[in-house]
């Protein structure tokens, strides 16, 4: 029998969910004030979010997994006896993950499909968890691939931010235009686009307004179609439950509520929130 292998990066936020224990897991590092973490095994979502809000002027930076750390985690499953592996990771677009995963793949002798996800955090997660359940109904790997092809045509994720600084800073916004002092003063709606880039939707003065803005398009974006839904939140996980609550109040059904990973929000900021959604 062909045994497939599923593994994901630890910017899925995957390891904050309930899941089948052989998805394996391969996580960025952060650096704070010059002290590296290994995201989740060493500082966890909550304590990352907590000394940000103790200090906002942290000194912090993040370090995406090595090569020959993908190396060694491609190694193992071998060893453990897989013939086939599928690697689902963060945008390529938003990160350089996904080169350093198709490298190590050259370096194995072994089937390794590297997946680019378009996306990241929930929908990057989902993505293994379904994987995973098609491995163990004895799915064929082109027959996974197809059916993570239909999530990643099949989703969307809105952002708003309290400062683009972060953004802009670690070169993750596609599309900046005008003068970076008076952008960043905006309050924008931002999007994760079909390939897999962060983009303004429409830029907004206030929070308020682009919360407003969100709630709009987002309930107009699903009406009528059957979805997964998820708020994702940073330091302001109780702001978050209000919200979740505004969403449920305009029909949106059994919204899951998902912490975004320091490494991530080191580059999104704190104060950043989420919604998605994936067609069923």
């Known amino acids: 029998m062909n045994r ?13 969910l309930e899941r089948d224990k052989d998805i394996r897991i391969f996580r960025s590092h952060l650096l704070i004030e010059n002290q590296e973490f290994e995201d989740y095994i060493e500082i966890s979502s909550d304590d990352f979010y907590d000394r940000l809000n103790k200090n906002p002027d942290l000194n912090i930076s993040t370090a995406q997994t090595s090569t020959g750390k993908i190396l060694e985690m491609y190694e ?11 690697i689902i990771t963060i945008s390529k677009e938003l990160s350089g993950t996904y080169q350093n995963a198709v490298l190590a793949a050259s370096m194995i002798d072994i089937d390794v499909r ?15 968890m379904i994987a995973q359940k098609m491995v163990k109904s004895g799915k064929d790997i082109d027959e996974i691939i197809e059916r993570l092809d239909y999530i990643r045509d099949h ?14 800073k670690n070169g993750r916004l596609s599309n900046v235009a005008g003068a970076i002092g008076s952008l960043l003063k905006l309050k924008p709606l931002l999007e994760v686009n079909q390939e897999g880039k962060v983009k303004t939707v429409s830029k907004i003065r206030t929070t308020k307004k682009a919360r407003k803005l969100l709630i709009e398009r987002f309930v107009q974006e699903t009406n009528g179609k059957d979805i997964i839904s998820f708020v994702v939140y940073t330091n302001n996980k109780d702001e978050m439950e ?39």
């Open 4 to 16: 497939i292998g599923i593994a994901v990066d630890g910017n899925s936020g995957i390891d904050y």
């Open 76 to 86: 193992e499953m071998k060893a453990s006896g897989y013939h086939q592996l599928l």
């Open 114 to 128: 590297v997946y680019d996800s378009k996306s990241v955090s929930y929908i990057q997660a989902l993505m293994a």
């Open 155 to 168: 989703n969307h994720i809105y952002i708003t931010v309290d400062t683009l600084k972060y953004l802009v």
């Open 242 to 280: 209000l919200f979740k609550k505004e969403l449920e109040a305009e029909g949106i059904k059994d919204i899951m509520l998902v912490p975004l990973t320091p490494v991530v929000g080191t580059h999104a900021g704190p104060g950043t929130m989420g919604v998605g959604y994936i067609e069923k």
